[in-house]
């Protein structure tokens, strides 16, 4: 049975993370993703720049960029989708997350 890939990437968030590589101006392996304790639900998606493979990462290739995923993180992001918004008013990374149970009311922070 194939298990699950703990984190899938649209095709704007792939194009998103190339350019954001690109622009560092040094090699990297890829950008980390975790979370943190922080907000008013309790966590917080992290982002980083990757140099190297931490020894528990898992490592996910996708769409042409490479993403580890923060171990401690694996339990609260298996099954999301991270994507690249941009509108008038505002552009990020966003994470749609099947585990989520809810979100603060300024969108920064959730809990599963």
């Not at 528990?56 to 923060?70: A, P």
């Amino acid at each position: 049975m194939a298990r699950m890939q703990a984190m899938m990437v649209t095709d704007a968030a792939a194009e998103r993370i190339k350019a954001l590589l690109t622009k560092r101006g040094k090699p990297s392996l890829g950008i980390r993703v975790g979370v943190r304790s922080r907000g008013c639900s309790g966590l917080t998606y992290t982002l980083e720049y990757a140099d190297e493979k931490g020894k528990f990462d898992e490592l996910i290739e996708d769409k042409g960029v490479t993403i580890l995923i923060d171990p401690k993180a694996t339990m609260f992001i298996l099954g999301t989708e991270m994507d690249f918004v941009e509108d008038k008013l505002e552009s990020g990374f966003k994470f749609t997350n099947p585990n989520e149970k809810g979100r603060c009311g300024c969108g920064e922070s959730f809990h599963v």
